[in-house]
């Protein structure tokens, strides 16, 4: 509004400036011509007298006709300033005393044509004419020159044009001041929807605007507030299906499971066909709880409490990950490039994606493969990856084998057949997007596939960003002592550094 406002009164302001100044300068050469008129008149009416020769003609038009106000004449004879017009002590300075100036309008070339020009001086712009003045007999080189101080006579309207700026900025002041108070009043609503707005962001979903009077800005406070009932009664549903739907699920699961594992075995010749029977019921029902309880993680990391975000180191997290990863395969496990950062992330939920990961590298490797894990933090990105030296992941699978219930490639590993449902890299997504990242696969460099896990880096110092700042577990004690262990299981193990 102020820019809209101070445009409105400086565009006139210049345009009338430039308007004057074009017209009087305008005004300046129709005077020039004016006096060249004068003298020619007077030129041919003196020409007819005895004796007359340029200077002599020069000195008395000068006596008789006197310059208009900021106009001085004077006349230049053989390169020297001669007589001056008798009001030359009223100009704003005295160019007929400046020998460069003298010299300079002393050498143009005009013929018998008047030249005109500006010259720079003390008092700014001044506009000049050049009259050759050539009498029969005299051979001296007579000019007249005459000067009209242009910017002398632009002071009135640049007063005025001051005055129009000084009025104006009073005029933007006292408008700027309106704006506020009015653009205050109509955008205060739109603050409240704002701030409303970024504390549901926080989960609390009871918050609604207080709406007042009936304009349009309260139509948008009363579409919001419907619209946070419709979100408050989708999210109570939500949680209230995931409560009772993992309730109920886990119920006949452990029921059943209890009871198998109470029944006597069988006797004689049923004994082994039972045994057989009750090892693949209760299988199917460990399997049954990984679906349950994958399908609840997937539902929770929409929830805004899915992450706990504490310090975490990454050496840490990738030593830890690959101890615990050790159990699932007789695999060379190894720890690549680490980096020491310590960030703000949730090292249990990432622990969790990481493990889903060498996970899926188990059951695509066979045993004595190479399975290693990484960190690094790159231009503000932290670069989580698991590398497997199996048959790797085809271009066309790379992006849809993280959708829910898809499997790519066959199983490498006999051990794992049939282990997979198809949520283990659902989730692992689901992990990256919830810290505001993501998740891709590509070839390794040695052959296999390379899962990375793709975060923004956020740093201790940068808690602004998270909302919750709870502790991850310590990560950052004893790094080295951790690190150190891990290199001499691996020797234990057999497993190559």
Same mark, same amino acid.
């Given at each position: 509004?102020?820019?809209?406002?101070?445009?409105?009164?400086?565009?006139?302001?210049?345009?009338?400036?430039?308007?004057?100044?074009?017209?009087?300068?305008?005004?300046?050469?129709?005077?020039?011509?004016?006096?060249?008129?004068?003298?020619?008149?007077?030129?041919?009416?003196?020409?007819?007298?005895?004796?007359?020769?340029?200077?002599?003609?020069?000195?008395?038009?000068?006596?008789?006709?006197?310059?208009?106000?900021?106009?001085?004449?004077?006349?230049?004879?053989?390169?020297?300033?001669?007589?001056?017009?008798?009001?030359?002590?009223?100009?704003?300075?005295?160019?007929?005393?400046?020998?460069?100036?003298?010299?300079?309008?002393?050498?143009?070339?005009?013929?018998?044509?008047?030249?005109?020009?500006?010259?720079?001086?003390?008092?700014?712009?001044?506009?000049?004419?050049?009259?050759?003045?050539?009498?029969?007999?005299?051979?001296?080189?007579?000019?007249?020159?005459?000067?009209?101080?242009?910017?002398?006579?632009?002071?009135?309207?640049?007063?005025?044009?001051?005055?129009?700026?000084?009025?104006?900025?009073?005029?933007?002041?006292?408008?700027?001041?309106?704006?506020?108070?009015?653009?205050?009043?109509?955008?205060?609503?739109?603050?409240?929807?704002?701030?409303?707005?970024?504390?549901?962001?926080?989960?609390?979903?009871?918050?609604?605007?207080?709406?007042?009077?009936?304009?349009?800005?309260?139509?948008?406070?009363?579409?919001?507030?419907?619209?946070?009932?419709?979100?408050?009664?989708?999210?109570?549903?939500?949680?209230?299906?995931?409560?009772?739907?993992?309730?109920?699920?886990?119920?006949?699961?452990?029921?059943?499971?209890?009871?198998?594992?109470?029944?006597?075995?069988?006797?004689?010749?049923?004994?082994?066909?039972?045994?057989?029977?009750?090892?693949?019921?209760?299988?199917?029902?460990?399997?049954?709880?990984?679906?349950?309880?994958?399908?609840?993680?997937?539902?929770?990391?929409?929830?805004?409490?899915?992450?706990?975000?504490?310090?975490?180191?990454?050496?840490?997290?990738?030593?830890?990950?690959?101890?615990?990863?050790?159990?699932?395969?007789?695999?060379?496990?190894?720890?690549?490039?680490?980096?020491?950062?310590?960030?703000?992330?949730?090292?249990?939920?990432?622990?969790?994606?990481?493990?889903?990961?060498?996970?899926?590298?188990?059951?695509?490797?066979?045993?004595?493969?190479?399975?290693?894990?990484?960190?690094?933090?790159?231009?503000?990105?932290?670069?989580?990856?698991?590398?497997?030296?199996?048959?790797?992941?085809?271009?066309? &699978?790379? /992006?849809?084998?993280?959708? !829910? #219930? %898809?499997?790519?490639?066959?199983?490498?590993? $006999?051990? *794992?057949? =049939?282990?997979?449902?198809?949520?283990?890299?659902?989730?692992?997504?689901?992990?990256?997007?919830?810290?505001?990242?993501?998740?891709?696969?590509? &070839?390794? /460099?040695?052959?296999?596939? !390379? #899962? %990375?896990?793709?975060?923004?880096?956020?740093? $201790?110092? *940068?808690? =602004?960003?998270?909302?919750?700042?709870?502790?991850?577990?310590?990560?950052?004690?004893?790094?080295?002592?951790?690190?150190?262990?891990?290199?001499?299981?691996?020797?234990?193990?057999?497993?190559?550094?």
């Amino acid at each position: 509004m102020l820019l809209l406002v101070g445009a409105a009164l400086a565009a006139p302001t210049v345009g009338l400036t430039v308007v004057w100044q074009a017209q009087l300068d305008d005004e300046v050469d129709a005077q020039l011509q004016q006096e060249v008129k004068q003298l020619r008149t007077h030129a041919q009416a003196e020409a007819q007298t005895p004796g007359t020769d340029g200077a002599a003609l020069l000195r008395d038009y000068m006596r008789t006709y006197l310059p208009n106000r900021d106009e001085t004449f004077f006349s230049i004879v053989d390169g020297r300033a001669h007589l001056v017009s008798p009001n030359v002590n009223d100009a704003p300075v005295r160019l007929d005393r400046d020998p460069e100036v003298v010299r300079e309008l002393s050498s143009v070339k005009g013929g018998r044509d008047t030249r005109v020009g500006w010259l720079d001086s003390a008092a700014g712009k001044v506009r000049y004419g050049v009259v050759p003045v050539k009498v029969a007999g005299d051979t001296q080189d007579v000019r007249l020159v005459i000067l009209e101080f242009r910017d002398r006579q632009l002071s009135e309207e640049r007063r005025l044009a001051k005055l129009l700026l000084f009025t104006g900025f009073g005029a933007l002041v006292f408008a700027g001041f309106a704006c506020w108070l009015v653009a205050g009043r109509i955008l205060a609503p739109v603050r409240l929807v704002r701030q409303t707005a970024a504390r549901i962001s926080e989960s609390d979903l009871t918050q609604r605007l207080d709406v007042r009077g009936d304009d349009d800005v309260a139509a948008l406070a009363h579409t919001f507030n419907h619209m946070l009932d419709r979100l408050e009664r989708a999210f109570t549903t939500q949680r209230r299906f995931l409560d009772e739907v993992g309730h109920e699920l886990r119920t006949p699961i452990t029921v059943v499971r209890g009871h198998l594992e109470l029944m006597e075995e069988g006797s004689g010749d049923w004994a082994g066909e039972w045994d057989t029977t009750r090892a693949l019921v209760v299988d199917e029902l460990d399997r049954m709880s990984r679906i349950v309880d994958d399908l609840l993680l997937l539902a929770r990391a929409e929830r805004p409490d899915f992450l706990t975000v504490g310090e975490t180191n990454l050496t840490d997290l990738i030593v830890d990950v690959v101890a615990k990863a050790r159990a699932l395969g007789p695999r060379h496990w190894r720890v690549a490039a680490v980096s020491e950062a310590t960030v703000l992330v949730d090292g249990q939920r990432l622990t969790q994606g990481l493990i889903q990961l060498a996970a899926n590298a188990v059951r695509h490797t066979l045993d004595g493969d190479l399975i290693e894990m990484g960190s690094a933090v790159r231009e503000g990105r932290v670069l989580l990856w698991v590398r497997d030296t199996g048959p790797g992941v085809g271009p066309v &699978d790379r /992006e849809r084998i993280f959708g !829910r #219930f %898809v499997q790519a490639g066959r199983v490498t590993s $006999p051990a *794992q057949a =049939g282990t997979g449902i198809g949520l283990g890299l659902a989730i692992v997504r689901e992990i990256a997007q919830a810290h505001g990242g993501t998740a891709w696969v590509e &070839d390794a /460099e040695t052959g296999g596939a !390379r #899962f %990375v896990l793709d975060l923004p880096a956020y740093f $201790p110092w *940068q808690r =602004g960003h998270h909302a919750t700042d709870s502790d991850s577990g310590g990560r950052g004690r004893n790094r080295f002592l951790r690190r150190k262990g891990l290199a001499e299981q691996r020797v234990r193990d057999g497993g190559g550094g």
